[in-house]
């Protein structure tokens, strides 16, 4: 498995929107904090959200190869689980998958951007109550991102962001 120095220097080499640099490094935290959550392997799950993006750049505005492409990039650099993730973390590609990281990328994913919109605050206060009311008003053209938080919420009531 490839080290966090190493997927970092690729996603650098790669990705060269600060913005999208920021938001992977964000997504690896939340990632790396759940995987501890679960008890699972921090440093595979953090990989994961740190490379979830890296085929960004190259896709141009076909995001049904989002993912996809990633998946092509990382070949051998990660385990087959965390690969899946990342292919599956877009709803474009029609990948399903059911797992405990693939899921938690999707919701670290989606958490991170509906941030930019909201205060974590009121993502945090949404998820312990399970009313996504104010989220709603504030996103009304999003409900797809509320509808993976609430389902994650759902499953895992204990992670806490």
Request: charge should be negative; charged fraction near 25%; hydrophobic fraction near 45%.
């Amino acid at each position: 498995m490839i080290s966090r120095s190493e997927a970092l220097n690729l996603l650098k080499s790669i990705l060269k929107d600060e913005d999208k640099l920021a938001h992977s490094i964000r997504v690896a935290e939340m990632m790396e904090n759940m995987a501890r959550q679960f008890h699972l392997q921090s440093e595979k799950w953090y990989l994961t959200g740190l490379l979830h993006d890296i085929d960004i750049p190259l896709i141009g505005n076909d995001w049904s190869r989002h993912g996809i492409d990633a998946q092509k990039i990382l070949a051998g650099l990660l385990p087959d689980q965390a690969l899946i993730a990342i292919k599956a973390h877009d709803r474009n590609t029609g990948i399903k998958s059911d797992s405990k990281i693939s899921k938690s990328l999707m919701f670290a994913d989606v958490t991170d951007n509906l941030a930019r919109h909201v205060s974590m605050e009121e993502l945090r206060e949404a998820m312990q109550t399970m009313n996504f009311d104010v989220l709603k008003k504030k996103l009304p053209n999003d409900l797809y991102h509320l509808q993976v938080i609430a389902d994650f919420v759902q499953q895992w009531p204990e992670i806490r962001i």
